[in-house]
């Protein structure tokens, strides 16, 4: 028995998405947001099952190299940039393109490019803030940077100008239309290529959908709208997040459940105990009632999560026995469901995982990988 939890990643799901995605935006050129460990997927597997997209995209340049050195040979995007000139030198090394979202990054490139001029050496994004507040230069800011970075001469290649979308998940939200035309109105005047859907922007609002695109959550299977789940939108999850049950046990009318005895049986019931907690990236606040699957049945979470462990109410499903297995979400329960319970959206339940937590990927090229119908009968692993 190996017990403990596991994260099935379902490499064809994730390409299925893409193709919905490139469905949607069937003129966009995409760039796969593969970040934070491609949203907790796996960065490496996921870089790899996502060769029909036509670049990548990372937050930071340290997650970019380790790509170059399993072979990705496509675009790279720095969604934040280079900060400093080691990572700058790393940047022109692996050929990423970079995002430059303030004046500071932009001394930065011709501080480097002073010392090494090299034709060609840097593609850089401008990122511009149409009302996301976070990164970017102000509109009125964006040509005077122009100026700037194309006085650099052919050391730098202007690849395009990009905004974020602060409330694409709300289709109805009338800032989306204010930010896609303040961007397109830009990229026009300047004659330069534009970037600016998200994944709730590609499915949501047309004008999203502009030279390039860049989907994240929906890759992965989360949807990315308020008002539709992710089955409505056809997208398939990719991870399935399982366990199983150490224990079953019969508790008497009265007993009380887990640290802080938040729970009380209500009557003499069977209660079980699952491998996972927040130790495993669980979180730790979600509350009584919170859903799982066990053998496949709804059953509801009770008492408080702990570091290894949480406890299910198995009335609804008497015939459960120790090693049974247990979905914490994916296939048969939407993470968007869990995350509603605890409060948090389906992002943030998929990325915080623990390296504890085994990932088995399936469907990946070259790799055979021998499905568990249950847990603790896995025997098979490939990736990390
Ligand atoms: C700049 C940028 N572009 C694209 C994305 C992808 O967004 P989503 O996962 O909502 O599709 C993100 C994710 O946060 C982002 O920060």
């Given at each position: 028995m190996k017990p403990g939890p596991w994260a099935r990643i379902d490499l064809d799901a994730l390409r299925a998405n893409l193709a919905i995605c490139r469905r949607a935006a069937p003129t966009s050129r995409i760039w796969a947001v593969i970040k934070a460990n491609a949203y907790g997927h796996d960065l490496s597997a996921c870089a790899a099952a996502?060769?029909?997209?036509d670049g990548l995209a990372v937050a930071r340049v340290q997650e970019a190299p380790g790509l170059r050195g399993i072979g990705i040979d496509r675009p790279i995007l720095v969604l934040e940039g280079a900060m400093d000139d080691a990572e700058l030198s790393i940047a022109i090394a692996t050929r990423l393109e970079l995002v430059v979202h303030a004046a500071w990054q932009a001394e930065l490139i011709q501080a480097h490019l002073d010392r090494n001029p090299q034709p060609g050496s840097v593609r850089v994004w401008i990122k511009v803030d149409t009302g996301m507040g976070r990164l970017g230069l102000l509109p009125a800011q964006v040509e005077a940077m122009l100026g700037r970075l194309r006085r650099?001469?052919?050391?730098?290649?202007?690849?395009g100008l990009m905004t974020h979308l602060a409330n694409a998940d709300d289709p109805l939200h009338p800032m989306t239309a204010q930010q896609c035309e303040q961007a397109r109105a830009l990229a026009d005047r300047f004659g330069l290529p534009l970037s600016v859907g998200n994944s709730a922007g590609i499915l949501a609002h047309p004008a999203a959908r502009t030279d390039w695109a860049r989907p994240g959550i929906m890759l992965y299977g989360?949807?990315?709208?308020?008002?539709?789940t992710a089955a409505d939108l056809g997208l398939k999850p990719v991870m399935t997040l399982a366990s199983q049950l150490i224990a079953v046990r019969e508790l008497p009318r009265g007993a009380t459940v887990g640290y802080g005895s938040t729970y009380r049986c209500p009557e003499a019931m069977p209660v079980g105990v699952v491998a996972i907690g927040y130790g495993d990236g669980?979180?730790?606040?979600?509350?009584?009632?919170?859903p799982v699957l066990v053998r496949g049945q709804r059953a509801p979470l009770i008492g408080r999560v702990s570091m290894d462990m949480i406890s299910v109410d198995l009335r609804a499903v008497p015939e459960a026995v120790a090693g049974d297995p247990v979905t914490?979400?994916?296939?048969?329960?939407?993470v968007e469901e869990v995350a509603a319970h605890v409060g948090t959206i389906n992002y943030e339940l998929l990325c915080r995982?623990?390296?504890?937590v085994r990932h088995v990927h399936v469907h990946q090229p070259g790799i055979v990988a021998q499905e568990p119908t249950h847990p603790a009968m896995h025997t098979h692993e490939a990736g990390a």
């Open positions: 996502l060769a029909d997209a650099l001469g052919s050391a730098l290649e202007l690849a989360g949807s990315p709208l308020l008002d539709q669980y979180p730790r606040h979600a509350p009584t009632g919170t914490l979400w994916g296939q048969g329960l939407p995982l623990s390296p504890r």
